[in-house]
């Protein structure tokens, strides 16, 4: 079982910035991709953005949601199995859940956070 600890949410106005952290208790050789998706009141889970080649920062990949591209940035701290979302410019529509997932092992399993709320309000 892989345990992801999430921390960074909170209320921020609009046009400012929030960074996330995720933490998997996972080796890092293990994980095939990390990633954070967001999810509204009556409204599916969404992808955010997601880092796949995590073993090495020269060649991780990067994939971001087209709403929030050019705001947000995913990477990965040193050699731990842990990503940070820092987000920049949010608007009002970025209030949401946000989850981190990391998809792990040969067998492609994934692994979901709590959840962090981030509310962005004048």
């Known amino acids: 079982q892989v345990q992801l600890v999430e921390s960074g949410g909170g209320l921020v106005q609009p046009g400012g910035s929030l960074r996330l952290s995720c933490a998997a208790s996972a080796s890092i050789r293990s994980i095939n991709a990390m990633g954070w998706y967001r999810q509204t009141p009556g409204k599916q889970r969404e992808l955010v953005a997601t880092?796949?080649?995590?073993?090495?920062?020269?060649?991780?990949?990067?994939n971001y949601a087209d709403s929030v591209k050019g705001r947000f940035t995913i990477s990965r701290e040193n050699a731990k199995a842990t990503v940070s979302l820092q987000m920049n410019s949010l608007e009002p529509e970025d209030t949401a859940v946000y989850f981190c997932?990391?998809?792990?092992?040969?067998?492609?399993?994934?692994?979901w956070g709590q959840g962090t709320q981030v509310t962005v309000s004048s």
């Open positions: 997932n990391a998809n792990v092992g040969v067998a492609l399993i994934d692994y």
């Open positions: 880092i796949t080649n995590l073993r090495t920062s020269s060649g991780a990949r990067t």
